[in-house]
C-alpha cells in the first residue's frame, strides 16, 4: 500500500516553470514504476511522463517531450516533475501515481494516486 502526496502546483506565466514534487509513504518506493497523469476540466486524465522503478528509463508524452522532465530519488522516496517553457495548454491538475507496469497511458493501469496539484499557465 502507498500513499501519495503531491506539491510544487501554483500559478505561472507562459513560459515559466515549476518543479512539483509527489512524497511516497507506506510501502517499498523503490518497487513501484511511476508516472504523471493531468486533467484538464474538458478532457480526459492523460498520462504526461513515466519512470521505471530504478529511474533508469523515462518516457514523455509528445506535447511535453523537450520541455518536462521526470526524475525519482528512491532514497527520498519522491518523484519529480520538472516543468519548463510551461504553455497555457498545460494547464490542468496534475497527479502521481504508482503501479506495477512501466510506461503504460492507461490510467487505470495505476493502483495509488495522489490528490493532485493545480498547474494554471496565464496567457
Known amino acids: 500500500q502507498v500513499q501519495l502526496v503531491e506539491s510544487g502546483g501554483g500559478f505561472v506565466q507562459v513560459g515559466g516553470s515549476l518543479r512539483l514534487s509527489c512524497a511516497a509513504s507506506g510501502h517499498a518506493f523503490s518497487g513501484y514504476t511511476m508516472a504523471w497523469f493531468r486533467r484538464a476540466p474538458g478532457k480526459e486524465r492523460e498520462v504526461v511522463s513515466a519512470?521505471?522503478?530504478?529511474?533508469?528509463?523515462?518516457k514523455y508524452a509528445d506535447s511535453v517531450r523537450g520541455r518536462f522532465t521526470i526524475s525519482r530519488d528512491n532514497g527520498k522516496n519522491t518523484v519529480y516533475l520538472q516543468m519548463n517553457a510551461l504553455e497555457p495548454e498545460d494547464t490542468a491538475v496534475y497527479y502521481c501515481a504508482a503501479g506495477l507496469r512501466y510506461g503504460s497511458p492507461e490510467a487505470n493501469a495505476y493502483d495509488y494516486w495522489g490528490q493532485g496539484t493545480q498547474v494554471t499557465v496565464s496567457s
Open positions: 519512470i521505471n522503478e530504478n529511474g533508469k528509463f523515462t
